[in-house]
T-cell receptor, first 113, second 116 residues
């Protein structure tokens, strides 16, 4: 079956530090990969996505590259802000026409001034 | 575009009562809607998937008679928690996908249910 594994949090950083949140996946075929962000008390928002190998998704300074050889989709940001504090979920959908998402457990990011 | 709303955003009810949560796609037709449950500091657990006009498909371990899902139109799905108990207290999130957004779900803001 499909699965997503994320690094456990919380990840605690100072403002302007470099961020990496690791994500690896197990899936058959060629899934689409996503990063979602959840701010406190809110639902999920799509942060970025990639639909095929070597694609790079980017948004709001965040980036992630679809690495099929290592089955990874690590999230990075060069300089985090306090407002980036949230829970980040890595997820995948199979490219079989279905849109069912498989989520990782989420990684909480805490950024201090 | 692709906005999904939920109502109410939070609800408190007494044990034994039923609670209905609405999920609406505001600017697109949602052929498929999903209902998730999220426990504190945990990931989202898919409860069920519903296609407009069809019966919902429930995930293993989710009680169909406890969590009634209706997807009567392309813009509205409802989740009714029947005879709620304190252990049903949770954050319920819906999402929707349409024919124009292949493999992409758009999420509602969630509903916080507290059962006393």
């Amino acid at each position: 079956g499909n699965s997503v594994t994320q690094m456990e949090g919380p990840v605690t950083l100072s403002e302007e530090a470099f961020l990496t949140i690791n994500c690896t996946y197990t899936a058959t075929g060629y899934p689409s990969l996503f990063w979602y962000v959840q701010y406190p008390g809110e639902g999920l928002q799509l942060l970025l996505k990639a639909t095929k190998a070597d694609d790079k998704g980017s948004n709001k300074g965040f980036e992630a590259t679809y690495r099929k050889e290592t089955t990874s989709f690590h999230l990075e940001k060069g300089s985090v802000q306090v407002s980036d504090s949230a829970v980040y979920f890595c997820a995948l959908t199979p490219n079989s026409g279905y849109s069912t998402l498989t989520f990782g457990k989420g990684t909480m990011l805490l950024v201090s001034p | 575009g692709a906005v999904v709303s939920q109502h109410p955003s939070w609800v408190i009810c007494k044990s034994g009562t039923s609670v209905k949560i609405e999920c609406r796609s505001l600017d697109f037709q949602a052929t498929t809607m999903f209902w998730y449950r999220q426990f504190p500091k945990q990931s989202l657990m898919l409860m069920a998937t519903s296609n407009e006009g069809s019966k919902a498909t429930y995930e293993q371990g989710v009680e169909k008679d406890k969590f009634l899902i209706n997807h009567a139109s392309l813009t509205l799905s409802t989740l009714t928690v029947t005879s709620a108990h304190p252990e049903d207290s949770s954050f319920y999130i819906c999402s929707a996908s349409g024919t124009s957004g292949h493999n992409e779900q758009f999420f509602g803001p969630g509903t916080r249910l507290t059962v006393l």
